[in-house]
């Protein structure tokens, strides 16, 4: 199934993409699981099927506005230089790290499908960073290797979006440059892993104006998925809703020479095989008067 949280007629709704339109589970299944959230919580996804059978779509896409999947994630986790090439790019000559470089964004820093990525004042270099997200299904903690995949809910894509001289201001971290508002997006929905196949040989497509810049396969990550659940398992419990961001490959903006940072008007696709398109146009943040 591909689940995703929506606004139509100005009410925050959630739903199933079905055929030509989407299915809203808000209006069907308010008392129970108002939210898509709490239907990951309960894994009550034999709810879902039965109205999926059902076929009754109840809007179309023309008429929705797009939410990040879940508005109200638990924790995002977010894993850098997780591509052998992307190691490499670093030109520092450094062996193949031994445990995956981790740090943590806030939801405010994403923005959904269809809707602008914003460049901040504070700096001229946006970049963008394609990425496959995991949703986190089922709680678990010391989470073993050969069960970490039971623990997924869905995938879906993400754009890690950077402010590159942000993430120098301290000797040691890259958080600052990670978390200006909307300056990511993820979405544009969650599809289950019964439907989404074989989580080890994903394809990853990053395209700006149609160029493609990053392109990759899961089969190459240093990585797996399911050594990143164990690892993160292990000095925190993960929670139905968290989101765990895998690694970008080789491409990045900041890469070329000179670096192509994003600017007003560009286009950002990330494209996850199974999963579908990720698009955002990028604008200038306005500065409210008085902020």
């Known amino acids: 199934m591909k689940l995703l949280s929506y606004k139509v007629d100005n009410r925050a709704t959630?739903?199933?993409?079905?055929?030509?339109?989407?299915i809203d589970l808000g209006?069907?299944?308010?008392?129970e699981f108002p939210t898509l959230q709490s239907v990951i919580d309960a894994g009550a996804y034999d709810r879902l099927d039965a109205i999926l059978e059902e076929g009754k779509t109840d809007t179309d896409f023309d008429s929705i506005t797009f939410l990040p999947p879940l508005p109200n994630p638990g924790t995002i986790y977010c894993v850098g230089v997780n591509y052998p090439d992307r190691n490499a790019e670093y030109r520092d000559e450094s062996a193949a790290p031994a445990n995956p470089s981790l740090f943590i964004r806030t939801a405010?820093?994403?923005?959904?499908?269809?809707?602008?990525?914003?460049r901040p004042p504070e700096s001229k270099q946006l970049d963008y960073?394609?990425?496959?997200?995991?949703v986190i299904g089922k709680a678990g903690r010391r989470i073993p290797e050969d069960k970490a995949l039971d623990h997924v809910a869905g995938v879906t894509c993400a754009n890690d979006g950077t402010i590159r001289d942000w993430v120098r201001h301290g000797k040691f971290?890259?958080?600052q440059g990670k978390n200006f508002?909307?300056?990511?997006?993820?979405?544009?929905?969650?599809?289950?892993?019964?439907?989404?196949?074989?989580?080890?040989?994903?394809?990853?497509?990053?395209?700006?104006?149609?160029?493609v810049r990053q392109h990759d396969t899961t089969a190459n990550l240093m990585f797996p998925f399911y050594r990143l659940i164990s690892y993160i398992s292990t000095f925190a419990t993960l929670k139905p809703g968290d989101i765990i961001l895998t690694g970008t490959p080789t491409g990045a903006g900041a890469r070329f020479d000179p670096p192509r940072y994003l600017k007003p008007g560009d286009v950002v696709e990330v494209q996850v095989s199974g999963v579908g398109v990720l698009v955002n146009k990028v604008e200038d943040e306005i500065m409210k008067s008085g902020s």
């Open 14 to 22: 959630y739903g199933i993409v079905a055929w030509d339109g989407v």
């Open 27 to 31: 209006r069907r299944l308010e008392a």
């Open 108 to 118: 405010e820093s994403f923005t959904a499908n269809n809707q602008p990525i914003l």
């Open 129 to 134: 960073e394609g990425e496959i997200a995991l």
């Open 173 to 175: 971290n890259v958080t």
């Open 181 to 211: 508002a909307l300056s990511g997006s993820i979405g544009p929905w969650i599809v289950t892993t019964d439907e989404i196949g074989d989580l080890e040989n994903l394809e990853l497509i990053t395209r700006v104006n149609g160029e």
